[in-house]
């Protein structure tokens, strides 16, 4: 099998209700907005793969550095030869800027349909099923917070991640201790500060005392995580909080490439590694991270809020863990639906009874819509 061509296309669909996201501050998302790559074949076979933008202009950007730039190197290429494709993408995209990993994604996509087996058993992974926790996307509230958490359990969740993003870290300590009030010892609750990183100035900052201040706020509460408390490379006040608090600390969602990983698995920064395969590095960065944690004692659970295909290279990685013990599913689903999600898919990711079937249709296990495909997506 020959890599013979790209296709790329800007995807845009509306969402039923503005979106908050707690790490945008002031910013209000009306839709679900990704560029979309396939790969093409000598065989007719497809991989296909997309990243989130915030524009048609940003996604013409993605397509200048994944398929004009580095996708030239690739023609004639086959796609099993992943570490001269690595190679050729890590050098690309450090030139570049940006983050070309979706064409990773892809060419796996291709291979395991070429293999005929969904990407977790083409990897030699067994779990079929993972448990699912409910990802709200807005800042956390004690008076909206509950009401919430106990849909979410009504849905079937049986775990719910709150955003700590208020501008007095105190008033997110009352939320938790409302959702806990409220789900009592139904449900595990995990934290996300959003502190890794920031695409808007307007949103609170904290230091290392106020995040150990707010851990030491939620010790008592059974909390089962506390993610991205500091920035992303503040490498030695992650260590100190985790030294300093028995609340276990996760992040990693968009550190870059295995250099950063490896030095906060050497400064044993976390306790919980969240490598998205499609924001640190691709697919081999997430399960090497996934690998070296392990042997590490650490855990690997991924960063999935992106769409639909970034979910389904997400799902299949963790499933291809041994002990992966759980996953993030986005859930706010008055705006940031799974069918907005997934808008691109046949068919939407659903957990049953907290948990997710991962599909068992090779590659990624899932297939593009042509219909929302022919709406809502521009071929560019």
């Known amino acids: 099998m020959r890599i013979t061509g790209f296709e790329a296309y800007f995807f845009e669909y509306p969402l039923e209700r503005e979106f908050h996201p707690a790490w945008i501050p002031g910013h209000a998302q009306t839709a679900n907005r990704c560029v979309i790559l396939k790969i093409l074949s000598d065989t007719g076979i497809e991989g296909v793969a997309a990243a989130s933008v915030f524009s048609e202009e940003q996604a013409r950007l993605g397509k200048f550095i994944a398929v004009?730039?580095?996708?030239?190197?690739?023609?004639?290429?086959?796609?099993?030869?992943?570490?001269?494709?690595?190679?050729?993408?890590n050098l690309y995209g450090f030139m570049l800027g940006g983050r070309p990993w979706l064409l990773e994604v892809a060419l796996w996509d291709m291979l395991g349909k070429a293999a005929n087996k969904p990407l977790y058993k083409l990897w030699g992974g067994t779990a079929s099923r993972i448990e699912a926790y409910a990802s709200t996307g807005e800042t956390a509230t004690p008076q909206?917070?509950?009401e919430k958490a106990l849909a979410a359990r009504e849905?079937?969740?049986?775990?719910?991640?709150?955003?700590?993003?208020?501008?007095?870290?105190?008033?997110?300590v009352r939320a938790v201790e409302a959702v806990r009030s409220a789900v009592g010892d139904s449900m595990k609750i995990l934290i996300d500060a959003n502190q890794g990183w920031t695409l808007?100035?307007?949103?609170?900052?904290?230091?290392?005392?106020?995040?150990?201040?707010?851990?030491?706020?939620?010790?008592?509460?059974?909390?089962?995580?506390?993610?991205?408390?500091?920035?992303?490379?503040?490498?030695?006040?992650?260590?100190?909080?985790?030294?300093?608090?028995?609340?276990?600390?996760?992040?990693?969602?968009?550190?870059?490439?295995?250099?950063?990983?490896?030095?906060?698995?050497?400064?044993?920064?976390?306790?919980?590694?969240?490598?998205?395969?499609?924001?640190?590095g691709g697919v081999t960065v997430a399960r090497k991270v996934a690998e070296l944690a392990r042997?590490?004692?650490r855990e690997f659970s991924p960063h999935t809020w992106t769409n639909g295909l970034g979910f389904a290279i997400n799902l299949q990685i963790a499933a291809s863990i041994p002990d992966c013990p759980i996953i993030e599913f986005p859930y706010e689903p008055e705006s940031w639906s799974p069918q907005a999600r997934d808008a691109m898919l046949t068919e939407p990711f659903i957990p049953r009874n907290g948990y997710l079937d991962v599909p068992e249709k090779p590659g990624l296990g899932v297939e593009l819509s042509p219909e929302a495909m022919s709406r809502y997506a521009k071929k560019i």
């Open 200 to 280: 808007s100035p307007l949103g609170p900052r904290w230091d290392f005392d106020t995040a150990l201040d707010f851990a030491r706020g939620i010790a008592d509460l059974d909390i089962y995580w506390l993610e991205e408390p500091l920035d992303r490379f503040d490498f030695n006040g992650l260590r100190r909080l985790r030294d300093s608090t028995s609340v276990r600390i996760a992040g990693g969602e968009l550190n870059q490439g295995i250099h950063e990983f490896q030095v906060l698995l050497e400064k044993d920064c976390l306790d919980v590694y969240q490598p998205d395969a499609t924001l640190a």
């Open 144 to 146: 909206r917070s509950p």
């Open 68 to 89: 004009d730039t580095i996708g030239r190197f690739f023609i004639g290429m086959d796609p099993a030869d992943t570490e001269v494709l690595n190679r050729i993408m």
């Open 295 to 297: 042997a590490q004692g």
């Open 155 to 172: 849905a079937g969740f049986r775990a719910v991640k709150l955003r700590a993003h208020s501008f007095d870290h105190r008033e997110d």
